[in-house]
C-alpha cells in the first residue's frame, strides 16, 4: 500500500433498505491517524454509511477500498480480518458474557503498517488503563452493566482486534456527561497511538473535540466537506444541515 493512500476510500457509495435507496453516491476518505466525523441529523445516512462501508448491506453500489484492498463486496468478517473495527451504535455486547470474555471473543492477532512498523497492540491491560471502569468489573456480566459501560465494552472488544481505522457509530448519544468526557478522552488516545477513526455524530461540541475534518451529510449525499475548524465557523453550514 502506498503510504499517501487513504486507510479508507469510497467512492460514488450507494445504499439500499429493500427498495428504499438511502445513500446517494457517497464520496469519502480516512487517512492513517485521522479521526474524521460523518454528521447530519437523524436520519441523514450516518450509520447506513459505515454499515455500508463495512458490507453490514447487502444492497450497496460503488467503490470501497481499505489498505488497497477492494472490499466494496466483502463480508463484514472479511473487513474485518484486514483490520477494519466497527462499533455499532447498539452496543450488542454479550450479556451473558462478562467483561474478559467479551474481549477474547474480539481479539486478534497483532499486526503491522505496510512499512513494517508495528501498529498498536491492544491487551486486556492496556484496555482496562484507558477504560478504568472496566478494569473494576472484570467478571461481571455484559447484561449488567449501564449503557455507558457497555459502549465502553463495545470499544475495547472491537480494539482486542487491533484495528488500523475504527468505524465508530453516534459514540455520545444516550451515555451520560462523565461518559462522553471519557469517550473524548478515548478517541484523542487512540489518535495518539496511530488509530484511524471515522466516527458518525450528531453533537457538534463533541466531534470539535476530537475530529480533524468532517463530511456533513444530508438525506444521503455529502453535502459539505472541509477541517473541522472550517466546519465550525461556517454558521450557514451548520444551520443548514445540522440545525435540530
Known amino acids: 500500500m502506498n503510504t499517501q493512500e487513504p486507510l479508507?476510500?469510497?467512492?460514488?457509495?450507494?445504499?439500499?433498505?429493500?427498495?428504499?435507496?438511502?445513500l446517494y453516491d457517497v464520496d469519502l476518505e480516512v487517512r492513517r491517524g485521522?479521526?474524521?466525523?460523518?454528521?447530519?441529523?437523524?436520519?441523514a445516512g450516518k450509520s447506513t454509511t459505515l454499515k455500508a462501508l463495512i458490507g453490514m448491506l447487502t444492497k450497496r453500489r460503488g467503490a470501497v477500498r481499505f489498505l488497497g484492498h477492494d472490499i466494496s463486496k466483502s463480508e463484514p468478517h472479511h473487513a474485518a480480518r484486514l483490520g477494519l473495527g466497527f462499533v455499532p451504535e447498539d452496543r450488542r455486547v454479550f450479556t451473558d458474557l462478562t467483561v474478559m470474555e467479551n474481549l477474547e471473543v474480539g481479539k486478534q492477532a497483532p499486526r503491522r503498517w505496510a512499512d513494517g512498523s508495528d501498529a498498536p497492540l491492544w491487551t486486556p491491560?492496556?484496555?482496562?488503563?484507558?477504560?478504568?471502569?472496566?478494569g473494576e468489573m472484570p467478571n461481571r456480566p455484559g447484561g449488567r452493566m449501564s449503557g455507558g459501560e457497555q459502549q465502553m465494552l463495545t470499544v475495547a472488544r472491537t480494539l482486542m482486534g487491533n484495528p488500523y481505522l475504527v468505524l465508530l457509530d453516534e459514540p455520545s448519544?444516550?451515555?451520560?456527561?462523565v461518559?462522553?468526557?471519557?469517550?473524548?478522552?478515548?478517541?484523542?488516545?487512540l489518535k495518539a497511538q496511530g488509530v484511524s477513526i471515522l466516527l458518525s455524530e450528531q453533537n457538534m461540541h463533541?466531534?470539535?473535540?476530537v475530529s480533524d475534518r468532517a463530511y456533513v451529510l444530508e438525506k444521503g449525499q455529502i453535502?459539505?466537506?472541509?477541517?473541522?475548524?472550517?466546519?465550525?465557523?461556517?454558521?450557514?453550514?451548520?444551520?443548514?444541515?445540522?440545525?435540530?
Open 8 to 22: 479508507l476510500q469510497a467512492k460514488a457509495l450507494c445504499a439500499w433498505y429493500g427498495a428504499a435507496q438511502i
Open 34 to 43: 485521522e479521526v474524521v466525523a460523518l454528521m447530519g441529523r437523524n436520519g
Open 125 to 134: 491491560e492496556r484496555l482496562f488503563k484507558l477504560f478504568p471502569n472496566l
Open 173 to 177: 448519544e444516550g451515555v451520560a456527561p
Open 179 to 189: 461518559i462522553v468526557e471519557q469517550m473524548a478522552n478515548m478517541i484523542l488516545e
Open 206 to 209: 463533541f466531534a470539535e473535540l
Open 223 to 244: 453535502r459539505y466537506h472541509a477541517t473541522m475548524a472550517e466546519l465550525a465557523a461556517n454558521d450557514e453550514v451548520r444551520r443548514a444541515y445540522l440545525s435540530v
